[in-house]
């Protein structure tokens, strides 16, 4: 199919490389074969088109938030979901249950949100993660010795 079939009528059949516009990135032209970073636009963020050339702002939503996607360009709160969860996208807009493993638990997502016993790992070791969930041997640390804690195996 040649380039000008990327009009007003974008059909199945003309959603191969040479269509891949803006003009033609709908919802019917969202394949493998259309996916770079020209067609990546809202209405094209489906699973079927989640590459890593395709990561950026715009694309990031719950149903194209994959592993191949997960890059600082799309860490939001939208795309926080398991499948996603790599110290590559754990940043503050992320840090939330959902996403609190270990992979994901560095210094910058330490929050409340993501205080329980996957993410209490030494390096998530901070004064606002010390709660009940928290406290175990891998956690204790001075500034981690409160009430709750109080346990002969933290302090």
């Not at 516009?21 to 020209?38: A, F, G, L, M």
């Amino acid at each position: 199919m040649v380039n000008s079939c990327c009009g007003s009528v974008c059909s199945e059949e003309g959603c191969g490389q040479g269509c891949c516009q803006p003009s033609c990135c709908q919802t019917t032209c969202c394949r493998p074969s259309c996916c770079r970073p020209s067609c990546c636009v809202s209405s094209c963020c489906r699973p079927s088109c989640c590459i890593s050339s395709c990561c950026r702002p715009s694309c990031c939503r719950p149903s194209c938030c994959v592993s191949s996607c997960c890059r600082p360009s799309c860490c939001r709160p939208s795309c926080c979901v398991s499948s996603c969860c790599r110290p590559s996208c754990c940043i503050s807009s992320c840090c939330r249950p959902s996403c609190c493993r270990p992979s994901c638990c560095i210094s910058s997502c330490c929050r409340p949100s993501c205080c329980r016993p996957s993410c209490c790992v030494s390096s998530c070791c901070r004064p606002q993660c010390c709660i009940s969930s928290c406290c175990r041997p891998t956690c204790c640390q001075t500034t981690c010795c409160r009430p709750a804690c109080s346990s002969s195996s933290c302090c």
